[in-house]
Structures are given as structure tokens and as C-alpha cells.
Nanobody, 118 residues
Framework: QVQLVESGGGLVQPGGSLRLSCAFS????????MGWYRQAPGKERELVAA???????NYAESVKGRFTSSRDNAKNAVYLQMNSLKPEDTAVYYC????????????WGQGTQVTVSS
């Protein structure tokens, strides 16, 4: 069973930076597309970034140029470096692991709170 454990959230001032980490266990990491999603109060969960095992990355338009995702296939970990944070980035951030075995199967971490406020 895949397990995902996020860390690195917290409170930061506008313009600041945070780095989220997600540790993966329970399966073969390189088979999964790893993603970061976020959900703000009253809003639907949205994709922030998704990264394949080969390093191809897709970013939401709202974070392009500010956020960088990376993965370490040797450490079974994925990261989200968030710079120039804005109040509208405030949300619970979730790590996601997705694989297609006929149908798409998703696994989720417990989420980590990111609050951008002065």
C-alpha cells in the first residue's frame, strides 16, 4: 500500500518561501506520476504541479515562475519549492501519487497547511 507523508508547511509572510517534501513508500516510486495539489477553504482541490519519473513537469498557470517541483527517484521523494508566496497561495497542500493500471489509481498524503499572511 502506497503511503505519502508531507512535511514543510507553515506560516510565512507574503513574498516569502517554503519548501514542501513528500516521502513515498510501499511501491515502486518510478512508476508513479507525483503531484502536488492544494485546496483552499470553500474551493475545490486543484493541481499545482505534476512531475513524471523522467522529470517532465506540468505547473498550474497561477504558480508558474514561482514554484518549482522536483523528485529524487533514489530517495523516493518529491519536493515543492515555493517562492514569492502570495496570500492566495494559502491552502492545504496534498502530495499525490498516480498510476494507470487500466484505470487511474490515486494515493494521497494527509496534507500540510500553508498560510501566507502578514
Amino acid at each position: 500500500q502506497v503511503q505519502l507523508v508531507e512535511s514543510g508547511g507553515g506560516l510565512v509572510q507574503p513574498g516569502g518561501s517554503l519548501r514542501l517534501s513528500c516521502a513515498f513508500s510501499g511501491s515502486i516510486f518510478r512508476l508513479y506520476v507525483m503531484g502536488w495539489y492544494r485546496q483552499a477553504p470553500g474551493k475545490e482541490r486543484e493541481l499545482v504541479a505534476a512531475i513524471t519519473s523522467g522529470g517532465s513537469i506540468n505547473y498550474a498557470e497561477s504558480v508558474k515562475g514561482r514554484f518549482t517541483s522536483s523528485r529524487d527517484n533514489a530517495k523516493n521523494a518529491v519536493y515543492l519549492q515555493m517562492n514569492s508566496l502570495k496570500p492566495e497561495d494559502t491552502a492545504v497542500y496534498y502530495c499525490n501519487a498516480a498510476v494507470k493500471v487500466g484505470v487511474r489509481v490515486d494515493y494521497w498524503g494527509q496534507g500540510t497547511q500553508v498560510t501566507v499572511s502578514s
